[in-house]
């Protein structure tokens, strides 16, 4: 992305970390510049454990200007209506000053304007395609785009979150079966929703592989599309983000043609929302509360924002939206 995600020494610095559920063995670092602030950007996983998480989050408060939460939602949305996660609340609780954002604000922006464009720009035409998007509880504005970008989803929330062999098909029922489930779901501990730790980096079994089959295009977290994904998925498209080139590999090998990722690739490997949000409200110096989501559309505008489009099997961006 020009004059965004690009070493800079020019401007303020900012410093984000963000504290993970999931793997160490995905941690990195990064300096990248976002408008004209400069970011240092931390990734800490603390292999599902919720209370060393929470310690870090205490011993960061007022050391560094955004901490980002992975491997979580704090806030589902559906509708208008917001649910909070149990574990997540305790960890957003640990810091007092520092401001700690779990990308679900950024989402409900970011993620329908990704799929606005890959309409508009991208390789393959939406209208009519089939979606299996495996949870849409945590992505409820990527849902809704796909529905209006003519797409036939079937959403797997309790397929792969609950193991109930039901495909939801419309976004009417999705609404009415997660409101139903909503309040109970936030109460369990994360691990029950969530792959965390070593869930992440254990071999995919596959589930519901018909699913996977009469999908074009599988969307959603990438933990959860890795946790069931079946041996091959030739010549099909994969729309998430937080990828390594290690899973840009393995999905490859299985024969999937496109990745989309919502989020720019630095170093190669994609944000996650949450670490993206936490840089947005560094580089605007705002508390999250204050900023409304014309705030981060418009920081989106600045910096000329597109989705990531990479032919995995040409190892070359895609022309129209490839970066």
Known sequence: MDGLWEGSALGATRTVVSVSLGSARRDHRVRYRLADVEI????????????AARQAIAELDGRVDA???GGLDVYLYIGEDR????????LLQAASRTPVVDGSRLKRTLEPRAVRQLAAHGPLPLKGLPVLMVSALDRFGMAVALEEAGCRPVYGDLMFTAGIP???????ELQKISRRLAKEMTRLPVRMLYPTGAAQE????????EEYERAALV?????LIRRYLPASLTDKAVLTNTTTAEDRGDLAR???????????????????????????VAAMGRRPEDLA???????LDRIEYRPEVVDLQQGAAGADGGH
């Open 40 to 51: 240092d950007i931390e990734r800490r996983g603390f292999n599902g454990d919720v209370e």
């Open 293 to 299: 989501a014309a705030d981060f559309e418009e920081l």
């Open 254 to 280: 299985r024969g999937v043609r496109w990745l989309f990722t919502t989020t720019p690739l630095l170093d190669g490997r994609s944000l996650g929302t949450n670490v993206l949000e936490a840089a947005m």
């Open 219 to 223: 969307a959603g977290d990438f933990h």
């Open 202 to 209: 254990s071999e995919p079994e596959a589930r519901f592989p």
């Open 67 to 69: 901490i980002g939460l």
């Open 166 to 172: 039901y495909p939801i098909t419309t976004l009417a």
């Open 83 to 90: 649910y909070v996660i149990a574990d997540g609340e305790r």
